[in-house]
Structure formats: C-alpha cells, structure tokens
C-alpha cells in the first residue's frame, strides 16, 4: 500500500514566522509532487507541483524535494491569518495512469 | 471561464434513495476523479476514468457508480447499497498528474 503522511497538526504559527509544513511518502518511484490547501468547508485548491529535487519558490511559497529521503516540504513565508488552512500532500506514482495519492493534511494556524 | 461545476452544492437523501451528484468540466481534461471526504479525514478515491466509456474503481468503490459518456461530464451515483454516504463528495479532473477540483456537493442522509 502506497502511502502518503503528514502531521495533522495543528501547526501553530504566530503572524510573520515562517510555517514549514512535511510530508513523507513510501514508494522511491514517485514522480510529481502536490501541495493543496483547502479551507474549511471548501475543496483543495492547488498551490504548488514540484517534480525534481530541490527547492521551487512561488511568491511566499516553497515546495523542497528530496527523492533521497522521501520527503516534500512546504515553506509559507511571513505567514497571514488567511494562511490558516489544512495543507494536503499529494503524490504520484508511476504506472502508466494518472492516479495520486493523498494524505491526510496538516492543519495551520497562524495567530494575529 | 473554464473550471469544474458539480451540482447540486447540498443534497439530502433519505435512506433507500439513489442519488446522482453531477460533474461538468470545460478544461478539456481526459482524466475526471471522484473523491469522498469525511469530517477530519483525507480523501478516499470512489472512481477515476482516464477517457471516454472507461472507467475504473477506486478504494471505496462499493455502493457507488458512474459513467463516462462525454469527455466533458462524470456524473456519480450514490445508491441506496452505499451504507454510510453522509459526506463531502469531490469531483476533479487532472492534466499532467495535477488535480483540479471542483467545489464540492455535500450529501446527507436524512
């Protein structure tokens, strides 16, 4: 059984820190790499994709891969009340289809 | 603008009812997901379909089922054999392994 963890948290941050939120996965042929985040009540929206090792940035956003260990992160820069979210990890694993796996999410909060 | 509706946003059953939640998406996607989410939990795979009239099952496929006749629309049924369907049901759809999904019907069993 493939599997995708995260800490469920809750991962409390004071307004302006940086939250860095983890993930771990099981199979070593895993391709493509996603980060969601879905507010209460609402469906995950796509915030990052990352698909080789190293670090990508998007505004206060970085994913960091590391293939090595197993691991993806997201960094959230000078985190905002409007941060507060649960943050899914998603992977991919190769087989011919486009199937991911999710995991459960890590819950943030980002105190004023 | 493209992006995926699902209809109805709420929806109440009473037991022994079937059910279908609809699905539309105009991003010209191939492959359409469904997913159910339950209160504090990750999301459990129901069906996926990478093309047209093909269809294949997910985790917790059982009590469910779906059709692909269009590219554009995955409708998923709920049937009455589902014994627990009181949930978040998300649709989505991907394009180079990257999901994108749609705002969600909540189901509740009256």
């Known amino acids: 059984q493939k599997e995708v963890e995260q800490n469920s948290g809750p991962l409390s941050v004071p307004e302006g820190a940086i939250a860095s939120l983890n993930c771990t996965y099981s199979?070593?042929?895993?391709?493509?790499f996603f980060w969601y985040r879905q507010y209460s009540g609402k469906s995950p929206e796509l915030i990052m994709s990352?698909?080789?090792?190293g670090d990508k940035e998007d505004g206060r956003f970085t994913a960091q891969l590391n293939k090595a260990s197993q691991y993806v992160s997201l960094l959230i820069r000078d985190s905002q009340p409007s941060d507060s979210a649960t943050y899914l990890c998603?992977?991919?694993?190769?087989?011919?289809?486009?199937?991911?796996?999710f995991g459960t999410g890590t819950k943030l909060q980002v105190i004023p | 603008d493209g992006g995926i509706t699902q209809s109805p946003k709420y929806l109440f059953r009473k037991e022994g009812q079937n059910v279908t939640l609809s699905c539309e998406q105009n991003?010209?996607?191939?492959?359409m997901y469904w997913y159910r989410q339950d209160p504090g939990q990750g999301l459990r795979l129901i069906y996926y379909?990478?093309?047209?009239?093909?269809?294949q099952k997910g985790d917790i496929a059982e009590g469910y089922s779906v059709s692909r006749e269009k590219k554009e629309s995955f409708p998923l049924t709920v049937t009455s054999a589902q014994k627990n369907p009181t949930a978040f049901y998300l649709c989505?759809?991907?394009?180079?392994?990257?999901?994108?999904f749609g705002p969600g019907t909540r189901l509740t069993v009256l």
């Open positions: 989505a759809s991907s394009m180079s392994n990257a999901q994108y």
């Open positions: 199979d070593r042929v895993s391709q493509s």
């Open positions: 990352i698909y080789s090792n």
């Open positions: 998603a992977v991919h694993y190769s087989g011919g289809y486009q199937k991911v796996t």
């Open positions: 991003l010209n996607h191939d492959a």
């Open positions: 379909s990478q093309i047209v009239n093909d269809f």
